[in-house]
């Protein structure tokens, strides 16, 4: 059941609108395939796009640094809203300067995306509510970082302060292994200031929600894989597999985490006069103590949303644009009964530097209502599809049980072939 607070009267929204969607992974093309869905859909250009997002619509090759291109773009083909999936465009300002074109963007702005983009700002953020997190110590000086760990002996959870593409945040096993990390991490642009945490012990969990500024709907729970390798070991990855939803997220403890994490900060935002619209995403682990916050991002995560989206019926257009003038209108969405498992298929070389190239076979020969393809790391090449990226395709199945689900996903995995090909087998295996 989607959690909602409150109700609205929404504004005027157009009967056809033109869209433009920024990005170009997996998330992106599950973003196209929901939206293209919508009763008042009609055009959708994406920068830079993808092969996916390439069937609803025309990719336009801008770098996502040129905002001055974009905002050209947006208004010469009159698009009625913007909707950002990566995080670096909000960081750098990007729905500001849409909002100073007079163009609704679904997207916090730079001031209010703070909340993913400087982990120091999302603490102090979280201390101010007193919302419940890991308590973290803020270095701006490696020599002071590795001095403070080695004194403490034990080993330290740590995190680049700023955008490392899912890849800054290091759990060490032992004291030698934290100095280890606070040397490379800090060698990083995201690591010039560094965060010493607690390592809490629980179970995780993704929790998104739909926000107008001062109110949340809360879309169906997930788990991320992040490690690369089986049973969560190897280094972190911008994600591995994904299921959705989470039994034993109960109704009483979503509601929990709503109230006591996620509220607390619309509100503390919205007080500054920096009001978050768009999708929170609350990374929790879940506690002897109870729920935690390990971290918030500004937009929906991938792979989270290739699982979350297709457990979503009703207009999801109607409802970002909701978001974007300050309106949301909870009743428009709906979870449909079941799961999604979401299996990622990786290129040789992921997660370090991908191989490209590889010729894709078997994509084409899918016929299955219960089993999507979001295209991530693909081209189309000379001889046809190609793997062009470390995270190549996402395979979504869906069922009425958790164990359907990941077996339509898994099945459909086998069959996609190309060289040096990996994928985890256990995604969602200690859940079904």
Wanted: glycine content about 12%.
């Amino acid at each position: 059941m989607l959690y909602f607070l409150r109700r609205h009267i929404s504004k005027h929204l157009r009967q056809h609108m033109n869209v433009l969607l920024i990005g170009s992974g997996g998330r992106e093309h599950a973003l196209a395939w929901k939206i293209a869905q919508s009763r008042h859909f009609t055009r959708l250009f994406s920068v830079p796009g993808n092969t996916g997002t390439g069937q609803y619509g025309q990719n336009v090759p801008f770098p996502l640094s040129d905002f001055d291109a974009i905002v050209d773009l947006a208004q010469r083909e009159q698009i009625d809203l913007l909707v950002v999936g990566p995080d670096n465009p909000l960081a750098d300002g990007i729905v500001d300067v849409f909002k100073a074109a007079g163009i609704p963007a679904f997207g916090p702005t730079a001031a209010a995306a703070r909340i993913e983009s400087s982990k120091s700002f999302a603490k102090e953020i979280m201390a101010a509510r007193g919302v419940p997190t890991a308590e973290a110590m803020i270095f701006d000086s490696p020599v002071e970082a590795t001095a403070f760990a080695q004194q403490s002996g034990r080993p330290w959870v740590v995190k680049a302060d700023g955008l490392a593409l899912g890849k800054g945040v290091v759990v060490p096993d032992d004291m030698e292994s934290t100095v280890a990390a606070i040397a490379r991490l800090s060698a990083t642009r995201a690591g010039r200031r560094l965060l010493l945490e607690e390592r809490l012990e629980g179970r995780e969990v993704s929790v998104h929600a739909l926000c107008d500024g001062e109110h949340l709907l809360v879309l169906p729970t997930a788990r991320d894989h992040k490690r690369f390798g089986e049973g969560d070991t190897g280094p972190n990855t911008g994600g591995m597999g994904v299921i959705a939803p989470v039994d034993e997220v109960s109704p009483a403890v979503l509601e929990q985490i709503v109230n006591t994490c996620m509220q607390p900060v619309v509100d503390e935002l919205a007080a500054r006069g920096t009001p978050f619209r768009g999708l929170l995403y609350a990374g929790v682990i879940l506690t002897r103590d109870g729920p935690k916050i390990l971290e918030f991002n500004a937009r929906f995560g991938d792979p989270e949303a290739q699982a979350i989206l297709p457990l979503l019926e009703g207009d999801v257009l109607e409802v970002f644009y909701d978001c974007a003038v300050g309106q949301l209108h909870p009743e428009k969405l709906r979870k449909r009964k079941g799961y999604a498992v979401c299996v990622v298929l990786c290129a040789q070389g992921y997660p370090g530097k991908p191989r490209v190239g590889d010729p894709i076979r078997g994509v084409e020969a899918i016929d299955d209502e219960q089993v999507l393809i979001f295209h991530a790391g693909t081209a189309i090449g000379p001889a046809g599809l190609c793997t062009a990226g470390g995270r190549v395709i996402g395979v979504t199945g869906l069922g009425s049980t958790l164990a359907r689900a990941r077996a339509r996903a898994y099945e459909i995995a086998e069959r996609v072939a190309f060289e040096g090909k990996y994928f985890r087998r256990d995604i969602g295996k200690e859940n079904g």
